[in-house]
């Protein structure tokens, strides 16, 4: 049963050009007018693959063949078709395609599952200006709080008007939420996003864990001061305390094992040169596939900035975001994968997954795996990204047998 590999490579060039001009690389941004129209167009090929689609009332984008035996809850594959900004053609994308053509490849091949069979492109995977990842997989998951739903970007706007700007209802989102006895199991296909499969040589990755992730918003006060005529010595000097902060985080970071931290903003109120800042913040992230060395992680930031403020003479406040705690995929579902990939042929490796995706909030509701296939120099997240299409192909054959060895396992749900 081969995979119609044409199907994703025209997908793949469709989508690449359903993105927004006036960003680098390949951004469809979530709940952008891109994002929007991506997501209509997987809803068109998830139709014509014979699937009962719909929209749920974050933005998920769900897809359902039924099964032969309608007592046995369904098996779920997918992943999201949402990029950061400048970001790259393949990162979650493969994973939707992918999905559908496994849908495909059974209706040609005239196979019916025993399982209903779920299609899913998660709404907002890689998150947005409020600061919350994986909203679509969140809000399946029961997990998508009102507080995420307050959320809010530097101008005020929240999520729930950005989900609205978009056409869904986030007053509806307990709605989108499933029950753990309507999964038997998740499987996601996904490029790597790092260097291990080509290091290795080898074409399919079988997740053991995905990392968790802490984010941070550290706010600093110093003392507003001219800049000709205040003495460096005397200074309180919000930018350098946060510039100290910046490589802190690189530090403690480089320190640990398996431990990466990385900052996306430093801003001040004073833009000026002539001004010494009196404000600044700092945001940033942890990620450990450890939870309690993310608490470490957190407890270290907090003393290095003690001695910082110490060194500049101001004061910083520190506050963590929503910690999300690294997921362990489930070890038989993995072995099911494995054993799918050596059936047909392909070696396989275990490696933990350094980015987050959707299997961490599906791992909540059941046994969760996850297929990788290599990234090209291991980069990701830039329009560099690249992944052959004959190693997406291997994936598909992987996802697909792996869903007709779920299927044939009585559900132990
Ligand atoms: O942030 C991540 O790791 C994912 O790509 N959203
Ligand atoms: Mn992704
Ligand atoms: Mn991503």
Redesign the pocket.
């Known amino acids: 049963m081969d995979p119609e590999i044409d199907f994703i490579q025209q997908g793949l060039s469709h989508l690449a050009t359903v993105v927004d001009p006036d960003l680098p690389g390949w951004s469809r941004v979530g709940y952008s007018e891109y994002d929007v129209a991506g997501r209509a167009w997987v809803a068109t090929q998830m139709r014509e693959a014979g699937l009962r689609t719909h929209v749920d009332a974050v933005g998920n984008v769900i897809g359902v063949l039924e099964g032969a035996d309608s007592a046995v809850p369904a098996i779920v594959i997918g992943s999201h078709t949402d990029t950061?900004p400048g970001g790259g053609r393949f990162?979650g994308i493969i994973g939707v395609l992918g999905a559908i053509e496994v849908v495909r490849t059974l209706q040609r091949a005239g196979i019916r599952l025993h399982h209903q069979l779920r299609v899913v492109d998660f709404a907002n995977?890689?998150?947005n200006a409020q600061g919350v990842?994986l909203v679509g997989s969140r809000a399946i998951a029961g997990a998508l709080t009102p507080e995420h739903l307050s959320a809010a970007d530097d101008t005020g706007f929240t999520l729930a008007e950005l989900l609205s700007s978009a056409g869904h209802a986030p007053e509806r989102a307990s709605s989108c939420r499933w029950d753990t006895k309507e999964v038997a199991a998740y499987l996601e296909l996904h490029i790597e996003?790092g260097p291990v499969l080509e290091q290795e040589g080898v074409g399919i990755g079988v997740v053991t864990r995905v990392c968790g992730i802490s984010t941070f918003v550290l706010d600093v006060h110093g003392r507003r001061d001219h800049a000709g005529t205040t003495p460096m010595e005397t200074r309180q000097d919000a930018m350098c305390c946060a510039a100290d902060a910046v490589l802190a985080v690189q530090r403690i970071a480089a320190a640990g094992r398996d431990t990466v931290g990385t900052v996306g903003t430093v801003t001040t109120s004073s833009p000026l040169t002539n001004v010494i800042s009196e404000q600044a913040r700092v945001t940033g992230e942890f990620r450990s596939p450890e939870g309690t060395v993310l608490d470490a992680l957190q407890d270290q930031l907090a003393q290095e900035m003690h001695r910082i403020d110490g060194r500049h003479r101001t004061s910083s406040s520190l506050r963590w975001g929503h910690t999300d705690l690294p997921a362990i995929m489930d070890g038989d579902l993995s072995g099911i994968i494995a054993d799918a990939a050596a059936q047909i042929g392909h070696d396989a490796v275990r490696l933990y997954s350094g980015?987050?995706?959707d299997s961490v909030e599906m791992a909540r509701l059941a046994p969760a795996g996850m297929i990788f296939v290599p990234s090209a120099g291991g980069r990701s997240?830039c329009p560099e990204e690249w992944t052959d299409i004959a190693h997406i192909e291997e994936g598909v054959r992987v996802l697909t047998q792996s869903v007709l060895n779920v299927d044939a396992v009585p559900t132990r749900r």
């Open positions: 950061v990162d995977e890689e998150g990842k996003q980015a987050t995706h997240h």
